[in-house]
C-alpha cells in the first residue's frame, strides 16, 4: 500500500472537513505574515516605501465614515488584520476552539452568520461611535481582529451550553459560563484601554450572538434568511384517464380488474358517470352472481 504524503494528508484532514474554520485561520495567518515581511522589508531598508503603514491603513477599518467611504473594502479585511504574535496566537486558539464547540452543535451557515454577523454590527457602531469625540480617542484610530465575531461566539455558546463543565489545568472543573464571562469582559476592557469607540462595540457583538442563539431555542433560525432557495418551475401534466381494457371470461363477462375499476368510478363520481357500456357490463355480473 502506498504512504500518502505528509503535505497531502493534512490538507485532506484540515481543509476537507467542512469546517470554515480552517480557512478563516488560513487568512488571518497569511496576512500577518505579508504584513511583517513588508515591514521587515521596510527596516532593512529593502524598499523605500512605507508599505506596512499602508497595509494597515487600507485593511484596517478607520475611525470616520469620510475615511471609510473612501475604503469600503475595509469592511471586509479588518477582522482579519493582525499586529501582534501574542494576539494572532491567543485569537486562533480561541476561535479553533470556540468554532469546534460550536458545530459540535449546529451548522457551519449557523456558525458564519453569527460570526459574520458580529462584524457588520461592530464595524456599524464602531463608526458611529467614533463620532462622538470622547469615544474617538485612543492609541488605535482603527478596529481590527476578529475580536467582535469571536465575542459573538462565546456569547452564543454562553447561551447554548452555559453549564457545560470544562476542565481546566490550574482551576480544576469549570462551568462554561465562567470562561465567557471572564473572557468577555477581559476583551471589553482591553479594547477600551486601546480604542473607546470599539470597546463600546463589544456588548452589541455580544447581545448579537446571545440574540441569535435564543432566537434559535425559541424556533427562528436567522441564518435561513441567507439560505437561496431557486423557485421550481410550475409543470404542468395533464393526465388522460384510460378507458379499461375488457378481458372477456365467461361468456362475454371482463375480468375481476375491469369490474374493479367500474366501481371505483361509481364512489367517486356516482352510478350515473358510468358509460352505456359500463352499465352493461356491470348488470351482466349482478345477473350472472344470482344465477
Known amino acids: 500500500m502506498k504512504k500518502e504524503n505528509g503535505l497531502k494528508m493534512f490538507f485532506r484532514t484540515t ?34 516605501f512605507p508599505l506596512y503603514d499602508w497595509m494597515l491603513t487600507n485593511l484596517t477599518l478607520p475611525n470616520s465614515f469620510s475615511a471609510f467611504i473612501a ?25 479553533y476552539w470556540m468554532g469546534t464547540t460550536f458545530l459540535n452543535f449546529l451548522n457551519k451557515r449557523q456558525l458564519l452568520t453569527v460570526f459574520f ?30 475580536s467582535l ?23 480544576g472543573i469549570v462551568k462554561f459560563r465562567t470562561i465567557a464571562i471572564i473572557f468577555l469582559a477581559l476583551e471589553i476592557l482591553y479594547h477600551s484601554f486601546a480604542n473607546r469607540a470599539a470597546g463600546a462595540s463589544f456588548p452589541l457583538a455580544i447581545c448579537w450572538g446571545a ?5 434559535l431555542q425559541a424556533g427562528n433560525d436567522w441564518s ?18 384510460k378507458s379499461p381494457t375488457y378481458k372477456s371470461y365467461k361468456g362475454d363477462l371482463p375480468n375481476q380488474e375491469v369490474i374493479d375499476e367500474i366501481l371505483d368510478k361509481i364512489s367517486q363520481n356516482g352510478y350515473e358517470s358510468l358509460s352505456s357500456r359500463e352499465k352493461e357490463i356491470l348488470f351482466k355480473v349482478s345477473r350472472e352472481e344470482q344465477e
Not at 85 to 91: R, S, T
Not at 149 to 171: D, K, Q, T
Not at 211 to 215: A, D, V
Open 71 to 95: 475604503k469600503p473594502w475595509t469592511l471586509i479585511t479588518y477582522p482579519f488584520v493582525y499586529k501582534g504574535l501574542f494576539n494572532i496566537l491567543f485569537d486562533c486558539l480561541w476561535l
Open 211 to 215: 440574540l441569535f442563539m435564543y432566537q
Open 224 to 241: 435561513k434568511l441567507f439560505t437561496y432557495n431557486p423557485k421550481k418551475k410550475l409543470k404542468v401534466v395533464h393526465q388522460v384517464r
Open 117 to 146: 454577523g458580529a462584524f457588520v454590527i461592530g464595524a456599524i457602531s464602531f463608526l458611529a461611535l467614533s463620532e462622538i469625540g470622547f469615544l474617538a480617542k485612543g492609541p488605535f484610530p482603527y478596529l481590527l481582529s476578529n
Open 15 to 48: 481543509y476537507q472537513t467542512g469546517s470554515p474554520i480552517p480557512y478563516i485561520l488560513s487568512i488571518q495567518i497569511t496576512l500577518f505574515i505579508l504584513i511583517h515581511l513588508a515591514d521587515l522589508l521596510v527596516e532593512l531598508n529593502v524598499i523605500n
Open 149 to 171: 465575531g469571536l465575542s459573538a461566539l462565546v456569547a452564543s455558546l454562553m447561551v447554548l451550553i452555559p453549564n457545560m463543565e470544562i476542565r481546566l489545568f490550574l482551576f
